[in-house]
């Protein structure tokens, strides 16, 4: 099994940044791909972002594409999300996730969550 905790959420005004942290811990040895994930009130789970933890490879919804920026570090294990230019519409929980395969099986259907932090972005 693999443990994610995400932290770095919180409140922020709109045109602010904020930098969420994935920390992995378990049996690491096979995630193969990390991204964020997030839920607004009464609307789906939707991906945000992933990186191959292999090749470094990104990938980014259209909604966040130039604002967003994930990375990680594999000493620590642990996956960061880069947030910019925030508006109220990134207002949600965002959910930081883990897959055994990679990215493209992982943006729809990840092996681990974490348990969730709450970003919210005033206007």
């Known amino acids: 099994q693999v443990q994610l905790v995400e932290s770095g959420g919180g409140l922020v005004q709109t045109g602010g940044s904020l930098r969420l942290s994935c920390a992995a811990s378990?049996?690491?040895?096979?995630?193969?791909?990390m991204g964020w994930f997030r839920q607004a009130p009464r609307k789906e789970r939707v991906f945000v972002a992933g990186?191959?933890?292999?090749?470094?490879?990104?990938w980014y919804a259209d909604s966040v594409k130039g604002r967003f920026a994930i990375s990680k570090d594999n000493a620590k294990t642990t996956a960061y999300l880069q947030m910019d230019s925030l508006n109220p519409e990134d207002t949600s929980v965002y959910y930081c996730?883990?897959?055994?395969?990679?990215?493209?099986?992982?943006?729809?259907?990840?092996?681990?969550w974490g348990q969730g932090t709450q970003v919210t972005v005033s206007s």
């Open positions: 378990g049996r690491t040895f096979s995630i193969d791909s």
């Open positions: 996730a883990a897959g055994r395969s990679i990215v493209a099986r992982m943006r729809t259907r990840p092996d681990y």
């Open positions: 990186i191959s933890w292999s090749s470094g490879g990104t």
